[in-house]
Structures are given as C-alpha cells and as structure tokens.
C-alpha cells in the first residue's frame, strides 16, 4: 500500500471528484454532438442560399456557445483535482496519464477554442467558406479533446505499453499500444454516438418546443427533421455498438460484467435479467424476485448464447489469489442498476426517434401535439443514460483506479484532512449549483426572446427589424425600445399574433443595404 487516508477522507475525495465530473459531463456530450449539427445546417445555408438555414444555424449556434462556456469553465477544475485530492495516483502513473491530458488541452483543446472564437467573430469579416471552414475546425478539436481524454480514461480500464520504472512509478514502453488499444476506439465510438443522441435529441425538443408554441414552425420543422435523421441510426447504432463494447469489457474487466449482472456464480449458459429485488450483496446473494431472459447475459457477454460468463465469487477467490487479500467487489447494486438505466434509457431514446421517423414520414408531425410533448421530455433521457453510463464505466471498476496497478484507497493525496476536502465540496457544490443557474437562465432566455446591443445612430425600420428578429429564428415582429443611461439602444422582439405576409415585408425591404442599415428616411433613424 502506498499511503493510508482514513475512509471519510477518500470518500469526500470521491464524492468530489464524482460530483464535479458528473456536472462537467452534462455539457460534454451536447457540445461534442451539436458542433457538428450546427456545422451542417450552416453547409446547408452556403449551398442553398436557404436563410431559414442560417437561422437555425445561429440559433442553435447561439445555445452551443452558451454550453461550451459552461463547460470549459467546469472542465478547468478537474485537471487541478488530481494534484490535490488525488496526488498518489499523479506520482504513481502521471508519466502515463498526463501525456495524453497535455496533448488535449496544447493542442485540441486551443484548436477548438481558436477557430470558435474565429467563427464567433468572423460571420462579417471572414469570406463564406473560411468562415464555414472554422465551425469545422471546431468540430475537429472537440472530437480530438474527447479521443485524448477517453485515451486516458481507456488505459485507466485497461493498462497497457507500460512497464515499472526503477522508482517504482509506472512509465509508457508504447505509445501506440496506449493510443490505439482496442478498448480506447470501442469507448471513443460510444461516446461520440452517444454525444450525436445528446444533441439530436436536445435541438428535437428544442425544436418542438417552438413548434408547440407557434414559433416559426416551418422553419423549426426543417430542424427537426435534421435532429430525427441524425438520432434513428446514432439511437440503433449505439445500442449494437454498446453491445459489443460489453463483449470488450468482459474480457478485460469480467468482475465489472458479473457485478453489472449480480451474478454471484458462474453460468453456462447465463440469463439476462432485466428486474429483480435483493440479490445485491454478499449475505443477500439470491433475489427474492426477479425477470430473467434465457441466454441473454451470455449472448451479451460473449456473443454466444451458450457462452460461460464468470460469476462474483470466482472472480473474488481469482483476483484474490493474483492480488493478495482483500475485497474486489464493487458496489453491485449501483452498478446493477446503472447499466439498465444506460440500457433501458438508450432503448427509450430509439423508440422516440423510430416514432418520430413515421410521423415526419407519413407527414403528420407538425399536428401530433403529444409527440411534441414527449419530445420535449425527451431531452433528458441521453443525458441520464450518460450519466448512468459513466456511472458503470468508474463504479464498476472499483476498488481500483488503475485496474490491476493501483487501488483507489492509494491514490488519494494523504496529507489533505477531512475537513479540507469537506470544505472544498462545499464550495465547489456552490459554484457549480451557480453555475446551473446560469447556464439555465442563459439557455431559456435564449430560446423566448432576445435583446440586441446597438451602437448609437443606427438606422433601423419596423419590418426590418422584424426579419432580423426572424433570421435568429424567431417569429416576433413587434418591437419595444428602451435607451439605457449610456446611450445604447435595448431592442426586445415580442411575439405577435398577426404576422404581415411576405408581400408587406418585401414592400418594406431594401435589398441593397445590410438588415442593420434599413430606413424609409431621416425620420427613422435613432
């Protein structure tokens, strides 16, 4: 053992850095999935010249920014954590792990961050297709931070290129093997599938949520209909993807498996069960009700529906015998119920899709009002289903933080006290509970209405106004002005039942100047 820390301690230290990944998470997946998203339909408007996909572009694109700003600011405290609460494991196989946290944040993670700031800044001094160009250079970056972190997260699951160093500490021997191991691509697929649900899922009920609220619904339509054609195949891929990936796991990790079945004996074949009470503990080892699928687990675990799957108690006397005593259980019931919650969520999540698909299909989804309101609900479900994943993916590997290498219990840092760790995830349950709020106000204000900044003298017309209102996808064509003591003139579009047929608009609009610039003559300008 490298160090001792009393219990209260490492649990602290593991509620902290469980609580602050989790709430890091909700905003991984939705930027990893809508970068892309928002890349297409902005491709779609500079081939088409279609300004409703412009529209969308920017009004998806505005909610993208709002998470990732969300999200970097999360995502800076989680490096600093391995220094403070978790210093064994930094000393132990930081030569390892860090390698490929550096090369996220030097290089992918600049990347991204660069060419954002180029899109944000660049709609009217970039030309089209460099401006395109850069939404594309983000979607690279986002995607090359998720393949390095899950790069160091996979070789946490499954060490490999390593050997022990003459200090004791964990050095790579190949690179190669460490990036490009099985398990890493298995780990990058599911989550960028998972991501791609995220975000379809999330611009469907946004979407539907204008739809419901007569926003422009043409225009939301064509959104939705992007968000089911990206969510039915990402929806089934991911659940046979998921399941090869447990194939992967079982031969790397079989205590995980057995745990996430409660499977305390070994079976040949092996039932699938897919509720039961009890069973969930060493004294408690048979549950007093349960609903099994004959062969399931097997077919599962091993692609074969007479495969052996290894129960909990063989694989304690096994790692007991290669590891020393000790209990290599993890916590059954929590991941027990974590993998049916990432399952059965993710089936829910296909079904919705599949039923979204037939509507649009048979033409009847603008009417289908109900399924506006699932949709809507049905934001939630990928994000739980993550979370329910990574839940899996970290408690199922328990009691280890390196599997085989190093025990949780040795790498937290020894010389931080209860009370300062205790300490720390009050403040941190603050900032972050903060943070929510924000991110919450931001996204809804967002989504009902907007205030636009102008600079003094600027030239504006009613109906233009208007249509620039509608090019950032909303419908409001009424207007309410306000001049605040330094002289910037507050614009706020409401909504308004009656909107003027395109013939009004056109009368109205100059096609030769900017919207910004529109006027009918000195009178009208403010």
Request: charged share 15%; hydrophobic share 50%; with cysteine.
């Amino acid at each position: 053992m490298i160090n001792t820390v009393s219990s209260i301690s490492l649990d602290l230290a593991r509620w902290q850095f469980a609580s602050t990944t989790l709430f890091h998470y909700i905003f991984v997946p939705l930027t990893l999935g809508l970068t892309p998203l928002v890349a297409i339909m902005q491709t779609k408007w500079h081939r088409t010249g279609d300004e409703r996909w412009l529209r969308l572009t920017k009004f998806f694109g505005t909610l993208l920014l709002i998470n990732f700003a969300i999200g970097v600011a999360t995502g800076l405290v989680q490096e600093f954590q391995f220094g403070m609460n978790w210093s064994g494991f930094s000393r132990y196989v930081g030569d390892i792990f860090g390698a490929p946290l550096a090369v996220e944040a030097l290089g992918a993670f600049f990347l991204e961050s660069t060419f954002l700031g180029l899109w944000i800044f660049g709609w009217d001094r970039l030309s089209p297709r460099v401006h395109l160009a850069t939404i594309y250079a983000v979607w690279a970056g986002t995607w090359l931070s998720a393949f390095f972190i899950l790069t160091a997260n996979s070789w946490m699951q499954h060490p490999v290129g390593y050997e022990m160093g003459s200090d004791g500490h964990v050095v790579a021997t190949d690179i190669f093997a460490i990036l490009f191991q099985k398990f890493v691509w298995f780990a990058v697929v599911h989550t960028l599938l998972a991501a791609f649900m995220t975000a379809a899922f999330f611009m469907l009920g946004v979407s539907c949520w204008q739809i419901w609220k007569g926003k422009n619904p043409e225009v939301f339509r064509m959104a939705a209909k992007l968000a089911i054609i990206v969510a039915v195949p990402a929806s089934a891929i991911n659940l046979a993807w998921g399941s090869e990936f447990g194939v992967e796991a079982t031969n790397v990790q079989p205590m995980k498996i057995a745990a996430s079945e409660a499977l305390w004996d070994t079976e040949q074949p092996a039932a699938f069960s897919l509720v039961q009470i009890g069973g969930f503990t060493e004294s408690d080892q048979d549950p007093s009700f349960d609903i099994e699928i004959p062969r399931m687990l097997s077919f599962l675990a091993t692609n074969s529906f007479s495969g052996e799957v290894k129960g909990i108690n063989q694989l304690q006397a096994e790692e007991e015998q290669k590891f020393g005593p000790g209990n290599y259980i993890p916590d059954v019931k929590m991941t027990f119920w974590s993998m049916r919650t990432m399952a059965y969520l993710g089936s829910l999540s296909f079904l919705i899709a599949l039923i979204g698909a037939w509507l649009m299909w048979k033409d009847r989804f603008m009417e289908a009002r109900w399924f506006h309101r699932l949709a809507i609900v049905g934001i939630f479900l990928p994000f739980l289903s993550n979370f329910a994943g990574w839940l899996l993916t970290e408690a199922g590997r328990q009691p280890w933080v390196v599997y085989g290498l190093l025990k949780t219990e040795d790498a937290v840092s020894p010389s931080v006290s209860t009370g300062m760790v205790g300490a720390s995830l009050g403040a941190f349950v603050l900032l972050y509970g903060g943070l929510a709020c924000v991110e919450f106000w931001l996204g809804q204000a967002h989504a009902r209405g907007i205030k636009i900044h102008l600079p003094k003298n600027t030239t504006l017309m009613d109906a233009n106004t208007s249509r620039a209102a509608r090019l950032y996808g909303y419908d409001t064509l009424d207007v309410q002005f306000d001049v605040s003591q330094d002289g910037a003139l507050k614009i706020k579009f409401e909504p308004r039942a009656t909107l003027p047929t395109a013939a009004e608009i056109e009368k109205n609009y100059d096609h030769s100047a900017p919207i910004a610039q529109q006027h009918l003559g000195p009178k009208e300008t403010v």
